[in-house]
C-alpha cells in the first residue's frame, strides 16, 4: 500500500475567488487548523468579505439564515468537530425551514486524497454518511481543480433555498 | 417581579418598525400583543434567537432590530453575547426574561436560579448598555431612554414565573405559513426601503 500518494494542492487563493465570484458577502468563522493558515488569515487580512467571529458554529447557522432572509449570501467556515456539534441548528433551521445555509468544512484528520468515507478515521468517515442522513447536499473538495464545484453548490444551494455542505478534503495552503 | 404579557406591551408601545425575534412563551404573547409581518418566530433551535437577531441586524444595518430571549434559552448560547458585543451592532436589543425556569417544558427550575446576574453577563461581554428591570413602572419610565442609548443594548426583565397558561401550538409561530408571511413581509419592507 502507498502511504506515500501526491497530495492535491487546495488553495486559500482559490477558495477566496471562488467565494467572491458566487456573490458572498459575509465570512462567518470559527478557526479550524486546517483552513487557519491558507483561508481563514488571508481571509482576516481583507476587507472585501466581512468576516464575523462567532464563539460557537451554531450561532454561525443562524447568522447565515438570518443574512439568507436580508438577501445576503454568506458561509459558516468550521471544522467538522463544529459541523457535529451544530447539528441541532443545522436540522432545525437550515434543513426543516429549508435556508440556503452554507457551510465550509474542514475535516482534521483527513488523509490527504484519500475519500471521507474511507478514512481511518472515525471522524472524518462518519461525516457523509451523517450529512446523508440528514439530507444535506455536499460536496468534497480535493484540490484546486474542484474548485468549480464550489461555486455552483453555492448557488445552487441559494436558488433551490436548501443547505449544502462544502467539505475540505486537504489542508488549505495559501 | 412582572408579568409577561405587561413587560411585553410595554415593549410593544415602543416597537415601531422593529424585527423582532422572539421564542418559546414570549412568541406566542408577542402574537396576541403585536402582531406585524416582521415578527420572526422560527428560531429554529432552543438558544438561538439572539444569533438569529444578529444576522439580521448584520443584514440591515438601519433597521431596528428587538429579540425577546428568555433565560433557559439564553443559558443554551451564552457565547452569543461575547459575538454579539463584539460585532457590536448599534440597531440591536436583547432584552431577556428572567423566570427561573424552563417554562414551556415543564416548568423546571434554570441552573443557578436566582444566582446569575444575566445583565452582569452582559456587562461583562461589552455590550454598550445593560439595564435590568424589576418592575412594571420602572420599565414603563425608563423603556424610552434605554432605546434611545448605544447599542447593542440588553435588558433583563425579571418575570413572574407560569405568568401566563397556555396550550402552544407550535406550527403558529414555526410552520411553513408562519415562515412566508415573515419573509413577504420582510421583502415587502426592504423594497420600500430601498425606494
New interface residues.
Given amino acids: 500500500m502507498d502511504d506515500h500518494k501526491q497530495v492535491p494542492r487546495l488553495s486559500g487563493t482559490a477558495i477566496i475567488a471562488a467565494l467572491k465570484s458566487a456573490a458572498i458577502s ?1 465570512v462567518v468563522a470559527l478557526p479550524d487548523i486546517t483552513t487557519s493558515h491558507g483561508l481563514l488569515w488571508p481571509l482576516s487580512r481583507q476587507n472585501e468579505l ?1 468576516l ?5 458554529e ?10 439568507a ?4 449570501r454568506s458561509v459558516m467556515l468550521m471544522q467538522q468537530t463544529g459541523l457535529f456539534d451544530s447539528l ?2 443545522v ?3 437550515a434543513v ?2 429549508k435556508q440556503p445555509v452554507v457551510m465550509l468544512v474542514g475535516l482534521l484528520g483527513k488523509e490527504g486524497g484519500v475519500p471521507p468515507d474511507e478514512s481511518k478515521k472515525y471522524s472524518v468517515r462518519t461525516v457523509q454518511p451523517i450529512l446523508r442522513a440528514m439530507e444535506v447536499d455536499h460536496i468534497c473538495l480535493e484540490s484546486d481543480e474542484d474548485v468549480p464545484g464550489m461555486i455552483a453548490a453555492i448557488n445552487r444551494a441559494y436558488e433551490i433555498s436548501r443547505p449544502v455542505v462544502i467539505l475540505f478534503g486537504g489542508k488549505i495552503q495559501s | 417581579m412582572m408579568v409577561r404579557t405587561e413587560a411585553l406591551t410595554e415593549i410593544a408601545r415602543h416597537r415601531a418598525d422593529a424585527l423582532v425575534v422572539a421564542v418559546y412563551s414570549s412568541a406566542f404573547e408577542w402574537l396576541d400583543i403585536s402582531p406585524h409581518p416582521l415578527n ?1 418566530l ?4 432552543m ?2 434567537a439572539s ?6 441586524a ?3 444595518p438601519k433597521k431596528p432590530i428587538m429579540v425577546l430571549d428568555g433565560d433557559g434559552s439564553l443559558l443554551m ?1 451564552l ?2 453575547l ?2 454579539i458585543a ?2 457590536a451592532p448599534d440597531n440591536l436589543t436583547h432584552f431577556v426574561g428572567e423566570n427561573g425556569c424552563y417554562e414551556a417544558n415543564g416548568e423546571h427550575p434554570t441552573p443557578g436560579s436566582g444566582k446569575v446576574s444575566f445583565a452582569g453577563f452582559a456587562r461583562a461581554a461589552g455590550y454598550k448598555t445593560v439595564m435590568e428591570f424589576n418592575d412594571i413602572e420602572t420599565l414603563r419610565r425608563d423603556l424610552p431612554a434605554f432605546l434611545a442609548s448605544p447599542g447593542p443594548r440588553f435588558a433583563s426583565l425579571r418575570i413572574q414565573p407560569n405568568s401566563v397558561k397556555r396550550e402552544l401550538d407550535y406550527s403558529l409561530v ?1 410552520g411553513d405559513a408562519a ?1 412566508k408571511r ?2 413577504d413581509g ?1 421583502a415587502a419592507d ?1 423594497a420600500q426601503q430601498a425606494r
Fill in positions: 459575509t466581512r464575523v467571529r462567532v464563539c460557537k451554531d450561532e454561525g447557522i443562524s447568522i447565515c439564515s438570518a443574512l432572509y436580508c438577501n445576503h441541532n441548528a436540522r432545525g433551521i426543516e425551514y | 420572526f422560527a428560531v429554529g433551535a438558544g438561538q444569533s438569529s437577531a444578529l444576522g439580521f448584520i443584514g440591515m448560547n457565547g452569543t461575547v459575538t463584539n460585532e414555526h415562515r415573515f419573509s420582510l426592504m
